[in-house]
């Protein structure tokens, strides 16, 4: 009987032994997911690499005018260059605050560029007029998604800084606001590379829901 309950212990501890080490699994496991998901938010953990580098230099008419705009145009000058179309719902609730941020900082040697994306001229005019233009941004028509290519946009609102230099020096993803907007272009008028921000959602298509 001894012998029997002298083999049994040593099973039994190496079956505890592995849900042991199961369990410690599990928790491991489940650390990990949960601050991955907290870290998704985190600013520094995404990357673009555009950042730093030279601003993909464009040419592009006007959404009004329907003469034509290039980027080298604000040479000197820090560029925010914002994609949008129509069909974007977080376009639209971020729109208000693009207004304010062109208008707060129109003093700054700032310049706004809006470009629309994938969308017909009509239906992104309707868009503007629906919820307001501002006299501080340039509205350009992107035909045949060079520019979005160039650089990298498979889904918007997305909106890139270009510092005095030319060099693309911040890059928000999803639906901006006055806050997140208004630090970035402190950051990059200080002198500073603001990095890349997940602001909010985003929508690659019309068919989006």
């Known amino acids: 009987m001894s012998d029997i309950v ?3 212990v040593p099973r039994r501890r190496g079956t505890l032994l592995r849900w042991g080490v199961i ?3 599990v928790v491991v496991v489940a650390v990990t997911v949960i601050f991955a998901s907290r870290f998704g938010d985190n600013p520094g953990l995404v990357d673009s690499p555009l950042i730093d580098q030279p601003a993909p230099g464009f040419t592009l008419e ?3 005018e329907g003469d034509e705009v290039s980027l080298s145009d604000y040479e000197g000058e820090v560029v925010v260059v914002n994609f949008f179309a129509s069909w974007c719902l977080e376009c639209g609730k971020e729109h208000a605050d693009l207004v304010a941020t062109a208008e707060a900082f129109k003093d700054s040697g700032v310049r706004f560029l809006a470009i629309s994306y994938q969308d017909q001229p009509d239906a992104s005019r309707a868009f503007l007029e629906d919820l307001g233009r501002s006299e501080y941004t340039d509205y350009l ?3 045949e998604s060079r520019t979005a ?3 990298g946009v498979f889904g918007i609102p997305e909106t890139f800084i ?3 230099d030319g060099v693309v020096v911040g890059k928000i993803i999803g639906e901006s606001n006055a806050l997140v907007l208004g630090d970035a272009l402190d950051t990059v008028l200080a002198g500073d590379t603001f ?3 997940v602001a909010g959602n985003q ?3 019309p068919s989006d829901d």
Do not use: M
């Open 195 to 197: 990095g890349t921000e």
């Open 141 to 143: 028509v992107d035909s």
């Open 6 to 8: 002298d083999k049994a």
């Open 149 to 151: 290519i160039a650089y």
């Open 162 to 164: 270009i510092d005095q």
């Open 203 to 205: 929508r690659s298509d």
């Open 23 to 25: 369990a410690a699994l």
């Open 62 to 64: 006007r959404l009004y």
